[in-house]
């Protein structure tokens, strides 16, 4: 059974930073490229950042340079940095890998809020 459990979020405001985690359980995870995700109030779940097995790491545009995802393989864990953070930014996040339709399990996700 896959679980994911993030952790991190909270209230900040405009500019501050966060650092979420992501603890994966039952899957490989070196195998998986994973993605950070995001849902804002009445908006569709949307891919922020992903990071392949291997490293290999891409953003949607909003917050390149921004944030920084990376993960421990050997911790079965996925961080995302949020540095320089908007209201915009304000949402639930949440870890999965891309292949998530495998198992289609999400966890509780972590509310990150940004004050302006």
């Known amino acids: 059974q896959v679980q994911l459990e993030e952790s991190g979020g909270g209230l900040v405001q405009a500019g501050g930073s966060l650092r979420l985690s992501c603890a994966a359980s039952?899957?490989?995870?070196?195998?998986?490229?994973m993605g950070w995700y995001r849902q804002a109030p009445g908006k569709q779940r949307e891919l922020v950042a992903s990071i392949t097995g291997a490293g290999t790491t891409t953003y949607e545009d909003s917050v390149k340079g921004r944030f920084t995802i990376s993960r421990d393989n050997a911790k079965n864990t996925v961080y995302l940095q949020m540095n320089s953070l908007k209201p915009e930014d304000t949402a639930v996040y949440y870890c999965n890998a891309l292949q998530y339709y495998l198992w289609d399990s999400w966890g509780q996700g972590t509310q990150v809020t940004v004050s302006s």
């Open positions: 039952g899957i490989i995870f070196a195998a998986f490229a």
